[in-house]
């Protein structure tokens, strides 16, 4: 089974500056999808940014990337100029890019998250 | 239209009632997702309904009923809750493809148990 780890419960960041958050995951699978959710207090969960497994390149969606490492598992988010809007719980989530897309493996396995504070 | 609703914004019910929580998109997604998300902790999966058939169950307690109407609808079906139940309910939809799938959330249902 895959299993997703965010070993920072909490983080915290100057405003305007940069900050990593970090995943790790586990699975046998050469095929997958990453994301990266925030979900800011009291307000609805979005996607932040999105990595395929098979792309080298990492992903990046304005001041928001990440550093994608297959072979060590890893998948860390960066934010750059970090703003207050940025103060969120932010999870790595998993997907499998299964043949049935009914099946459990197609769907999302959730890190514990990451609670980012932004201090002005 | 990106967004998926979900109603009433709150719920407190007490054990006995029975209540429904209620979801809309209008993306022509064909795939529907609720979840229960406790304060801090990542939501955990309970159904999916794939072209409006139920394809997961995550193992779920039978006083919780979903129902999928149509493409569009999504319920949640509430029936003699315990307070242990009380959580943020949230939905989501998606295209239903293999591929790469954005999930898209809805702000949620929190409810109370009494």
Request: proline share 5%.
């Given at each position: 089974?895959?299993?997703?780890t965010q070993s920072q419960?909490?983080m915290?960041?100057?405003?305007?500056?940069?900050v990593t958050l970090s995943c790790t995951y586990?699975?046998?699978?050469?095929?997958?999808?990453l994301?990266w959710?925030?979900?800011?207090?009291?307000?609805?969960?979005?996607?932040?940014i999105?990595q395929?497994?098979?792309?080298?390149?990492n992903a990046?969606?304005?001041?928001f990337s990440v550093n994608f490492q297959?072979?060590a598992k890893s998948f860390s988010l960066k934010i750059?100029?970090?703003?207050?809007?940025?103060?969120?719980?932010y999870?790595c989530?998993?997907?499998?890019?299964?043949?049935?897309?009914?099946?459990?493996?197609?769907?999302?396995?959730?890190g514990?998250?990451t609670?980012?504070?932004?201090?002005? | 239209?990106?967004?998926?609703?979900?109603?009433?914004?709150?719920?407190?019910?007490?054990?006995?009632?029975?209540?429904?929580?209620?979801?809309?998109?209008?993306?022509?997604?064909?795939?529907?997702?609720?979840?229960?998300?406790?304060?801090?902790?990542?939501?955990?999966?309970?159904?999916?309904?794939?072209?409006?058939?139920?394809?997961?169950?995550?193992?779920?307690?039978?006083?919780?009923?979903?129902?999928?109407?149509?493409?569009?609808?999504?319920?949640?079906?509430?029936?003699?809750?315990?307070?242990?139940?009380?959580?943020?309910?949230?939905?989501?939809?998606?295209?239903?493809?293999?591929?790469?799938?954005?999930?898209?959330?809805?702000?949620?249902?929190?409810?109370?148990?009494?």
């Amino acid at each position: 089974a895959q299993t997703v780890t965010q070993s920072q419960p909490e983080m915290s960041v100057q405003e305007a500056e940069t900050v990593t958050l970090s995943c790790t995951y586990d699975t046998s699978e050469s095929d997958y999808y990453l994301f990266w959710y925030k979900q800011p207090p009291s307000r609805q969960m979005i996607l932040v940014i999105r990595q395929e497994a098979y792309k080298q390149q990492n992903a990046t969606e304005n001041r928001f990337s990440v550093n994608f490492q297959k072979a060590a598992k890893s998948f860390s988010l960066k934010i750059s100029d970090s703003q207050l809007g940025d103060a969120a719980m932010y999870f790595c989530a998993y997907r499998s890019a299964g043949e049935n897309y009914g099946g459990s493996q197609g769907n999302l396995i959730f890190g514990k998250g990451t609670k980012l504070s932004v201090k002005p | 239209d990106t967004e998926v609703t979900q109603t009433p914004k709150h719920l407190v019910m007490g054990m006995t009632n029975k209540k429904s929580l209620k979801c809309e998109q209008h993306m022509g997604h064909r795939a529907m997702y609720w979840y229960k998300q406790k304060a801090k902790k990542p939501p955990e999966l309970m159904f999916v309904y794939s072209y409006e058939k139920l394809s997961i169950n995550e193992s779920v307690p039978s006083r919780f009923s979903p129902e999928c109407p149509n493409s569009s609808l999504l319920n949640l079906h509430l029936h003699a809750l315990q307070p242990e139940d009380s959580a943020l309910y949230l939905c989501a939809s998606s295209q239903g493809r293999r591929t790469f799938d954005e999930q898209f959330f809805g702000p949620g249902t929190r409810l109370t148990v009494l």
